[in-house]
């Protein structure tokens, strides 16, 4: 029997913020199929599943000086697990750095048949070059990506594609990111001292790529010709003074539904190739009409325009002008609707497991 171990560079669970290990942790703490966890000490424990602890002593720190070799301790706790006489699922979660050693150690243990590779990537592009990436997809067994536009930028770059692929939409706990009525939208707006505004909201980490400074010189434009609209801005707290925008900082993860179900518009300018956007997707959950930059695995998860509006030229300021026009000249006219499960932690626990059990069935 097959069992399934997570290598992380991150002790689970964590402790901090972070979009894949909330993932992990809403799925480690129900109907999961992971038999043991490799990763530093973590300040708790999850119940029924086996843990490797990679410890940092000065002798390993000096093996990987002398070795070059900055994962031996995570190998050593592997070749633990590896001795018992089964077949392993090994889960990699982003780190590309560990792939070669891991595969030039399971040969020397003589173990690599017995093990089968599914590397998770949260990015979009490419990572690897071209020629010099065949190696990494002849080495792993499967990989897992966040959507379908993502494996068709793999296709589409590499001449060599050898190995299979998977596609794993990221999912939000629906039952705290969804829709409130009226009455109830009204009240947290009053909360916030705002009731006869439009309500648009940027939430990220402040990034040059995730756009704050992009949108903050768009809505200079808006607020020109607008005054019965305001930005708030969670994640970032500048100490400047723009009028019409109000800066939040930062907030707790348990806070930011309510900023959402009292927000009419979520804007997304993100400046690069995004993986997926879980902000996104909390947003659009909670009742906000979604505009965003067309970049990465935007398109696919707001269905092209479906779910949202796409802005096709993200680096263009007017673009943004006018879509943001547009929306508040189309009053009340914004009412989509989508299903409780589309991208939720429960389709993504399901999704996680049956690529599990699809990976299992190379043992059989």
Known sequence: MSKVI??????????????????????????????????GKPEETYPQIKYGIVKDTNWLKF????LKNKYISYFNELEKILEKDEKFIIQIIDNFG???????FLDKQKKRKKCYLQFFYHGFPPFH?????????????EMVLLTNDSYKAHKDYYTVL?????????????????????KEKQSLRKQLGIT??????????????????????????????????ILLVIGANRDIKIEGVSFLGRLPNNDLPKYYQMADCYLFP?????????????????????IASANGGVPEVLQYGKLGKLIENPNFIEDWVQAIELFLEEKGTH??????????????????????????LNFS
């Open 6 to 39: 997570l290598i992380s560079q991150i002790p689970l669970p964590y402790s901090g913020i972070g979009s894949w290990t909330t993932l992990y942790h809403n799925y480690l703490s129900d109907d999961h199929r992971v038999d043991y966890i490799i990763c």
């Open 162 to 182: 050898p190995t299979k692929f998977s596609v794993l939409h990221n999912g939000i706990d629906t039952s705290k990111f969804h829709k409130v009525d009226l």
């Open 63 to 66: 093996q990987k000086r002398v």
């Open 129 to 141: 070059e071209n020629f010099y990436g065949r190696w990494f997809f002849e080495g792993i067994d």
């Open 196 to 229: 006869n505004k439009k309500i648009f909201i940027w939430c990220s980490q402040d990034r040059p790529k995730k756009g704050l400074d992009f949108i903050l010189d768009v809505w200079k434009r808006i607020n020109a010709i607008q005054n019965d609209t």
């Open 335 to 360: 009412n989509i609707s989508i299903p409780e499960n589309l991208y939720s932690t429960k389709s993504w626990n399901q999704g996680m497991n049956t690529i599990i059990e699809n990976a299992k």
């Open 98 to 104: 560990i792939v070669k050693p891991l595969i030039e």
């Open 270 to 290: 993100t400046l690069w190739h995004e993986g997926f956007g879980l902000s996104l997707i909390e947003a659009l959950h909670c009742g906000c009409y979604c």
